[in-house]
């Protein structure tokens, strides 16, 4: 009997260490504004539909979130929102242009360390890692909707609202070598329709639901 129980305790403690070792995932919609700072370069032509300057395409954005904890300090995020823009008519020799929409989509991944002296009671996360940010809507459809691969930076802060839910914000930094290349009728122009080193900033809150 009693190498019954023993055989039963040592299966018991077996099959719980690697369930309390399991990571906790945090899944929830985020909404927040979208930034893009600096300018771009120089080009040897400007398209009106295009905007003047990257600050045109500010807006607010919507998307999701899903952070995986792993142990007391570490964790990992991936990132998927798009903000949308509306860029102003522009008079030109034939006449005034309509105004064009803009959207930026923005999807990131990042490695976190949580830096909060209380775990147990709220989190504070910093992060880095690789982001992928797509330029479309009707201004970059022409132009072939650019991708770039980017640098992502993030500091983030969740605290409990219950047993499941936690409120979330954040804020993320996204640095990348910005390039919408001639097209073809254009291609006798040297340099790009627009070109530059960006870094654009997104600010948001959430919330985050743990489904187990």
């Not at 919507?62 to 142990?71: D, H, I, K, N, S």
Request: some cysteine.
């Amino acid at each position: 009997m009693s190498s019954r129980l023993s055989s039963l305790l040592s299966c018991s403690i077996l099959l719980a260490a690697p369930l309390a070792a399991q990571p906790a995932v945090d899944l929830g919609p985020l909404v927040g504004y979208y930034r893009p700072l600096g300018h771009f370069d120089p080009a040897s032509v400007y398209v009106t539909s295009l905007p003047g300057s990257p600050s045109a395409l500010s807006g607010v954005a919507w998307g999701g979130a899903a952070r995986v904890a792993l142990g007391r300090r570490f964790g990992a995020e991936g990132q998927l929102s798009v903000a949308g823009s509306t860029l102003p008519s522009a008079a030109t020799p034939a006449g005034e242009t309509p105004p064009t929409s803009a959207r930026v989509l923005v999807l990131t991944a990042q490695a976190q360390y949580d830096v909060s002296p209380a775990p147990q009671r709220f989190r504070l996360w910093v992060g880095a890692g690789p982001g992928l940010v797509r330029h479309g809507g009707d201004a970059y459809a022409p132009y072939g909707t650019p991708v770039s691969l980017a640098g992502a930076l993030g500091a983030a802060a969740d605290v409990p609202l219950g047993a499941r839910v936690r409120a979330a914000a954040g804020v993320d930094a996204l640095l990348y070598a910005f390039d919408v290349a001639m097209p073809p009728a254009l291609r006798g122009n040297p340099g790009s329709l627009q070109h530059g080193f960006r870094h654009d900033a997104l600010v948001h809150v959430g919330l985050r639901w743990r489904p187990w």
